[in-house]
């Protein structure tokens, strides 16, 4: 819409930024926020509507423009390649690699540079995913401990980093000097679905939960239940069931012009439900750290 | 860019809209101006860069979500029907059908519903098309003239649309009762490419002249031959020789942040020459009617 970017998502942890969707103009919407493309090391798409896929020919060519010659990782349903090859007609030759991971199970769970992901089927007419990010993090290395054990201090390090040490013929686990694994953080991602248990499943204890609110009128419930959308308040009992820390609604029909007269209704569901809106940012720190 | 839209143009003459490039974004660059999509009868595509068609599965749905169901004629370099296929694994279902005119020859001239369009190749490393829109203008249709040939007045309808007629054993020609020709209106639009003698040939008398002006600086035209583009000033000798009565320049440098600059300079060589910006327009009025 003019005054309004299509539905996408970035995670930036650890130097590797993670996009989720790319319709038309998320390179424009992500330079407006004075991000660059190229430190995108992986993409994930919920589905092959062009809303959500379209405006990846220019941001693949942004990230050449950039400089970039690292692999970058594509994770979606299956047609991915498919879909990238036709594409790819205008954007033919980039100076990096394009890894395909195809997604086909109810349930799929895998680790990039730091991001636990669990990508999760949504309940529309086809096989489309929404997706978790998860940043576990290890409990503290127990000083006192590794000091008991009598252990070198050039040992501590390999059992802070999970690898088993051998000293004085005795073998040493991680868990003997690290404490239990820390709070870490949890954004889940949904669009384009019906409510489902899975989804609540999958959001479960977010810090974050950006899901899908189609309509904010009460009034269009049936509509979304045709159409494979939600409404507001559907979300919002999703984000209560999941016991999620905070929810932003997004991907709003074009003929809703102001979400906001809605929100009070959907608060009496879930307090902590909040209005999606281009180039809204938001930097968790792990609690431990607050 | 941010705050700037790609290079395309919309032409709007008797109910029949005609798109020149499609890049990503320029459906929402329409819609700041106010204009649907839904009359676009013709798309021409100078070249299949992504930023002149990276646009086009999103406008060919907005289309389809418009209500349409008339075809739309195509136009542009050979590879037209290729690219707008492998771009349409993602928008493969339209309730309208999509023609296809590719262009190989050096020129090519055509009309499409009161347009006259020319398509002509300027020099860049591949085979691209500049275009050349017309709207001729009849002349005056003779009264005293009907009168003194005898003709009834059914017959002076089909001598003004162009027919012949047949009355009284005798033919009668359009010309027998029509002025000569009035000036019509021409619009010439040019990009990505090196100045060339065909190109002013094309443009000859435009009422606008769109041309390409990648760089204003001066110390740039060097590098712009190297691109295969044009300064400013380049542009400006081409409207002067080709004897244009206006010029836009646009498709800038992204590294060119402000044009105004360079403009006295520019308007020393062609002193009607404009910088192009988004949603720029202009209603022409054939001049008799002024």
Same mark, same amino acid.
């Given at each position: ?8 998502? +970035? &995670? ?17 919407? +992500? ?27 220019? +941001? ?65 007419? *086809? ?35 999970? &690898? ?35 989804? *609540?499943?999958? &959001? ?16 269009? &419930? ?14 919002? *009992? +999703?984000?209560?069931?999941?016991? *999620? ?46």
């Amino acid at each position: 819409m003019p005054r309004r970017h299509l539905t996408s998502m +970035m &995670a930036r942890y650890n130097g590797c930024d993670l996009l989720i969707d790319c319709g038309e103009g998320t390179q424009i919407a +992500m330079k407006k926020v004075g991000w660059s493309s190229h430190s995108i090391d992986i993409m994930l798409f919920t589905h092959y509507h062009a809303d959500h896929i379209s405006g990846l020919p220019g +941001m693949l060519l942004d990230i050449a423009n950039s400089g970039r010659t690292e692999p970058i990782l594509m994770v979606g349903p299956r047609g991915l390649q498919r879909v990238v090859s036709g594409l790819r007609v205008i954007a033919p030759e980039l100076p990096y690699e394009i890894v395909f991971r195809e997604l086909s199970e109810k349930q799929e769970n895998f680790t990039f540079k730091g991001y636990d992901i669990t990508a999760f089927r949504v309940n529309h007419n *086809v096989i489309w995913y929404g997706y978790s990010l998860q940043i576990h993090r290890k409990g503290k290395f127990d000083v006192e401990a590794a000091k008991a054990l009598g252990l070198p201090v050039q040992l501590w390090n390999p059992l802070q980093k999970g &690898a088993e040490v051998e000293f004085e013929g005795k073998t040493f686990y991680p868990r003997q000097v690290m404490g239990e694994e820390r709070k870490g953080l949890k954004v889940t991602y949904c669009t384009d679905s019906r409510p489902t248990a899975g989804i *609540v499943e999958a &959001a479960e204890g977010s810090d974050l939960f950006i899901c899908e609110g189609m309509y904010g009128e009460p009034e269009k &419930a049936a509509k979304a239940k045709e159409n494979k959308h939600m409404t507001f308040y559907e979300a919002a *009992v +999703m984000a209560r069931d999941a016991g *999620v820390s905070e929810m932003w609604l997004t991907h709003f029909s074009p003929s809703m012009p102001d979400g906001r007269r809605y929100m009070g209704d959907v608060r009496s569901v879930f307090p902590e439900a909040h209005l999606g809106k281009d180039g809204k940012t938001r930097t968790f720190v792990f609690p431990e750290d607050e």
